[in-house]
Nanobody, 120 residues
Framework: VQLQASGGGLVQTGGSLRLSCTAS????????MGWFRQAPGKEREFVAS????????HYTDSVKGRFTISRDNSKNTLYLQMNSLKPEDTAVYYC??????????????WGQGTQVTVSS
């Protein structure tokens, strides 16, 4: 599976962005999908994940209530709606896919990153 992420950019504190990740093949019945991020000088960290059907989601505590993960299996596309952005959300965001479980730790497939920068 090849993943292509897009939608990053520069936004002010409190602003919003929506990231998209398009897969090269059908992922709806086979893959859990998620978003990770890596800030400068830090390790890559889990942000959010979603089940095959979209019925179950999981978030890291720091983004709960601000970020929403969703997927449109008819378009093979994963989304991350990010609201109330903070400077500490600044990072390169990566989409990922894995067959294992909702609690994605080491995804089998990675997309290229998209830069999100939140100015204070």
């Amino acid at each position: 599976v090849q993943l292509q992420a897009s939608g990053g950019g520069l936004v002010q504190t409190g602003g919003s962005l929506r990231l998209s990740c398009t897969a090269s093949e059908r992922t709806g019945s086979s893959y859990y999908m998620g978003w990770f991020r890596q800030a400068p000088g830090k390790e890559r960290e889990f942000v959010a994940s979603i089940s095959w059907s979209g019925g179950s989601t999981h978030y890291t505590d720091s983004v709960k209530g601000r970020f929403t993960i969703s997927r449109d299996n008819s378009k093979n596309t994963l989304y991350l709606q990010m609201n109330s952005l903070k400077p500490e959300d600044t990072a390169v965001y990566y989409c990922a896919a894995d067959r294992g479980s909702l609690l994605i730790t080491t995804p089998h497939y990675w997309g290229q990153g998209t830069q999100v920068t939140v100015s204070s």
